[in-house]
């Protein structure tokens, strides 16, 4: 898939199932109080259920499709345009469709207010019921 | 020119030269203290030159071509991928190309700390010089 942004650095399978990257686009993170991503993430590929803590997340999401799921909700169907708006402190796991990849742009607000807990993964199972419809 | 995200509300001509639209992305603003938009320039629109007082601005490139300009500097030449980091209290303006659009996404972080004063327009002259190489 061609991108927007470059592809960044592998994010590691810690807190990431599967293939992600991650671009970080600013250098003047410490002035805005804020941090600039740019995800990709190859077709099945989430990142663990997590935690901001503190600060607001937002993702502007740029190509593909992929899916954002709060703790206790169905899961929400991603595609190029939309935006997803995560309240601090809300339990929540985003990453790509089973069959396509996937490009969001990521925004961390206010990050001196505090930073993530990272929490289980997403099991195949709770990824494949998740993102069923 | 096909875009991520839907055209927004024409900018209007008071701080703006020729035709560019806004679409804010975001509901919670007041949650992250900071503001989301994509911004569309058709070819030859451009902002007046500006300040953002207190707090940062992010543009984050991502379609056609634009320029971006600080006062007393050489424009720079923007885009997909590029991305402008804009320091408080830096004057400035952005546009597009004269030969093409130009979509940014834009955020303005701390905007508790300040909003923006707008300043004389990029005159017709001004912008082509700018904008020759």
Chains 1, 2 share one sequence.
């Not at 898939?1 to 600013?26: D, R, V, W």
Request: aromatic fraction near 14%; glycine fraction near 10%; charge should be negative.
């Amino acid at each position: 898939m061609s991108t927007i942004f470059p592809k960044g650095q592998h994010c590691g399978n810690e807190n990431f199932i599967g293939n992600a990257y991650i671009n970080y686009l600013t250098k003047n993170d410490d002035v805005y109080d804020a941090k600039f991503y740019d995800v990709y993430f190859e077709a099945g590929a989430r990142n663990n259920w997590h935690i901001h803590n503190g600060n607001g997340q937002i993702l502007l999401c740029t190509q593909g499709m992929g899916f954002y799921q709060e703790w206790g909700q169905p899961a929400r169907r991603l595609v190029k345009g939309d935006v997803v708006e995560i309240m601090p402190g809300v339990k929540h796991w985003h990453g790509a469709a089973s069959d396509s990849d996937f490009t969001h742009i990521g925004i961390n607000t206010q990050i001196s207010k505090g930073s993530y807990t990272w929490l289980e993964p997403v099991s195949d199972e709770e990824y494949k019921i998740a993102t069923k419809n």
